[in-house]
């Protein structure tokens, strides 16, 4: 049974940082491609950070040089060191097995962690 678990979520204020974990049970990082989406009240969840099954990484526009996506295969755990935290981020974000952020169909998620930056 596939399972993926985030930890690391918090409230920090705007312009700190915080790093996420997504641990990952019955399947294998260096096999499959996997992400971080995220989801803010009232809003659409979007996609933020995609490593695809050639390691090949995307960042949303809204992210770019402030988010930073790694895996740790050995681990099996995925990692989305975020700086630079603006109120905007604020949200659940997930882990999710996906290879692109706009993937429609998407099978295996976590249960998500809270981000929250007031403003």
């Known amino acids: 049974q596939v399972q993926l678990v985030e930890s690391g979520g918090g409230s920090v204020q705007a312009g700190g940082s915080l790093q996420l974990s997504c641990l990952a049970s019955?399947?294998?990082?260096?096999?499959?491609?996997i992400g971080w989406f995220r989801q803010a009240p009232g809003l659409e969840r979007e996609g933020v950070a995609v490593?695809?099954?050639?390691?090949?990484?995307t960042y949303a526009d809204s992210v770019k040089g402030r988010f930073t996506i790694s895996k740790d295969n050995a681990k099996n755990t995925l990692s989305l060191q975020m700086n630079s935290l603006k109120p905007e981020d604020t949200g659940m974000y997930y882990c999710?097995?996906?290879?692109?952020?706009?993937?429609?169909?998407?099978?295996?998620w976590g249960q998500g962690t809270q981000v929250t930056v007031p403003s």
């Open positions: 490593i695809d099954m050639r390691a090949r990484i």
């Open positions: 019955g399947y294998t990082y260096p096999q499959y491609c």
């Open positions: 999710a097995a996906a290879c692109t952020l706009t993937q429609s169909q998407i099978s295996i």
